[in-house]
Structure formats: C-alpha cells, structure tokens
C-alpha cells in the first residue's frame, strides 16, 4: 500500500446522477493530482493542487469538478457525465512534484 | 507525434528471462525519468527513478537513460511470473507536467 486511499473502488452511475470520489493521502505530501486513464491510452492529468490551490486544470469538462478541503483530502465530483467518461480514475499525490504515488482508482462505468 | 512513445505489447517472455522494455520521446528538456509498475485492479507503483543521463540499479531492475538518443529502457533480470503487469514510463523537465507513455503489458510465462 502506498498510503493514498480512494473511495469508492467501483462506481456505476447513470447521466443524470451526481456522485463524488475520495482521495486520502496520509504521506504529508504537499501536492495531489487527479488522473484519468482508459484502455490503451497514457495517463491523462486532469487536475493538480499544491498546498491546496489548484495549480492546473487541463482543458477538463465542467462535469468534473475538484475539491481539495485540505492537504490530506481530494474529491472529484461528478455531474451530467457521459459515457465515453467511464474509465479509471486515480489520486496521486508528491513531496516534491517529481515522484508521484497513487491510489488504487475508482472504476467508473457511465450507463 | 506524442511526446512520448511506448509499444502496447503484450510481451510474453518465459521465467528466468531478461526482459527490455523502452520508451522514446521527443522532448530534449526532459530531464527525470521514472518507470512504474501497475498490476491490474491496482494503481501505478513507482519502481524507479532517475535523473539526467546514465544507468539505475535496483536489485533484478536496471533503468537506463540515453539522451542523446531520447531513449530509455527498464531491463528486468531472472525475470518472474510475478513481474507479470504493465510497465509505465514517465518523465518530465522541472518546468513541464509529468508526461506518461501508454504503457507496455508484460507477461512471464512460468
């Protein structure tokens, strides 16, 4: 284990549904970051905070949106998605923003 | 062009065997490397981690780094079905984001 945990593991949600992920860092790392990554493709970075303020948003629909209450503590929250978005969602977070230590993902399937 | 390129696999090698994997990428500013490793149902671990040119040793894992060539590869030594996973190469200059390659599935055959 790498000390980052996320919930749930498995999501299934409709379009209309509104849903949230968790993150949990307990490395005292200063930087957390949301990833996407689907069958064949690199892992897509879709958000980063350092010391809590987001330092980049990646051209990400609004239908995702990220909060980082504090340094230990990552959501994603999920609104009106499509189905092209169901993929693996993974939490990571750094010391330094070299080495990068993630989460076991939340399987995401929109119907 | 991607900024970095790695072949999909699969690579089935049998046990005991010395496994290569390799990425290329475009961006001569690169400057740290890192190669992770992802079971499946899990999330991407960090086997090494290297900075600027030259050779990482790390027990039965040799990362190598060429930029000249803008090539690096990850050797697997006495390989075991164990190591069986998707290997990921990651890099990226202190001025860019982390660029990851697709990933390479590796399967060792008992």
């Known amino acids: 284990e790498t000390g980052v945990t996320q919930t749930p593991r498995h999501l299934v949600m409709g379009m209309t549904n509104k849903k949230s992920l968790k993150c949990e860092q307990h490395?005292?790392?200063?930087?957390m970051y949301w990833y996407k990554q689907s069958a064949k493709k690199p892992l897509e970075l879709m958000f980063v905070?350092?010391?809590?303020?987001?330092?980049e948003n990646n051209s990400v629909p609004s239908r995702f949106s990220p909060e980082c209450p504090n340094s230990s503590h990552l959501f994603l929250h999920l609104h009106t998605l499509q189905p092209e978005d169901s993929a693996l969602y993974l939490c990571?977070?750094?010391?330094?923003?070299?080495?990068?230590?993630f989460g076991p993902g939340t399987r995401l399937t929109v119907l | 062009q991607k900024e970095v390129e790695q072949d999909p696999g699969p690579l089935s090698v049998p046990e005991g065997a010395i496994v290569s994997l390799n990425c290329t990428y475009s961006?001569?500013?690169?400057?740290?490397f890192m190669w992770y490793r992802q079971y499946s149902r899990k999330g991407p671990e960090l086997l090494m981690y290297?900075?600027?040119?030259g050779n990482k040793e790390d027990g039965r894992f040799t990362a190598q780094v060429d930029k000249s060539s803008k090539y690096i590869s990850l050797f697997i030594r006495d390989s075991q079905p164990s190591d069986s996973a998707t290997y990921l190469c990651?890099?990226?200059?202190?001025?860019?984001?982390?660029?990851f390659g697709s990933g390479t599935r590796l399967s060792i055959r008992p």
């Open positions: 990571a977070s750094s010391p330094s923003g070299n080495e990068q230590f």
């Open positions: 490395l005292g790392h200063n930087a």
């Open positions: 905070y350092s010391l809590e303020e987001r330092v």
């Open positions: 961006n001569s500013a690169f400057q740290y």
């Open positions: 290297t900075y600027s040119s």
């Open positions: 990651a890099m990226h200059s202190s001025a860019s984001k982390i660029i």
